[in-house]
């Protein structure tokens, strides 16, 4: 089995939020170990941020880095990626400038366990990917208040109800936020 390449896989060289990623969270085959994880170079063979930032130099994310942000940020910061949690990785890159990468992913790591419970708890099979940007995109603080909002839902109720009530909850409070949890489609 190979060493994984960074310390952290949960988060990305180029900030992606990899632990609260559908192919991070899936059982199947194709999942991912997550940026730099083991074997990941197998499922992401020509990850430049990978190979700049973690094989060359080291570091576990780009904002680490001296040269950051570089020019390999320049369609990041045009919005050019269709992929909808890349809208946060200049904010999880500032985090861990301000906080320092253990602070990061402590949050991160409580983000995991809420997308866990969710997953566990309210999914109706459907709403994997819902979930997992939910936990990316909303602030920190609207997840634990959405968290304690699950808590009062009654394990009685079936998983279509539970799972209405909080996709209900959520959107309220996305859309309180302007937060677009889904890309208009074209």
């Not at 400038?97 to 999914?123: C, P, S």
């Not at 995109?137 to 968290?147: A, D, N």
């Not at 699950?150 to 279509?160: F, H, L, Q, Y």
Request: charged share 25%; hydrophobic share 30%; proline share 4%.
């Amino acid at each position: 089995m190979a060493e994984p390449l960074k310390s952290y896989p949960v988060i990305g060289c180029c900030g992606i939020d990899c632990g609260l990623c559908p192919r991070f969270q899936s059982q199947s085959s194709s999942a991912c170990p997550g940026c730099g994880g083991i074997d990941f170079k197998d499922k992401h063979p020509s990850c430049g941020y990978l190979t700049c930032c973690a094989m060359k130099k080291g570091l576990e994310v780009c904002s680490e880095c001296d040269d950051y942000p570089c020019k390999r940020f320049d369609s990041e910061k045009n919005g050019y990626d269709s992929f909808v949690t890349h809208r946060m990785i200049f904010t999880n890159h500032d985090f861990i400038r301000l906080n320092g990468i253990t602070h990061f992913i402590e949050n991160q790591g409580i983000r995991i366990e809420i997308l866990n419970e969710w997953l566990k708890n309210f999914d109706d099979g459907r709403s994997k990917s819902f979930f997992c940007i939910a936990c990316a995109l909303l602030p920190y603080e609207k997840l634990v208040e959405i968290h304690g909002f699950c808590k009062v839902i009654s394990d009685n109720t079936d998983i279509k109800e539970k799972n209405k009530q909080i996709r209900t909850k959520i959107v309220t409070i996305a859309d309180a936020l302007n937060i677009k949890l889904i890309l208009n489609k074209k």
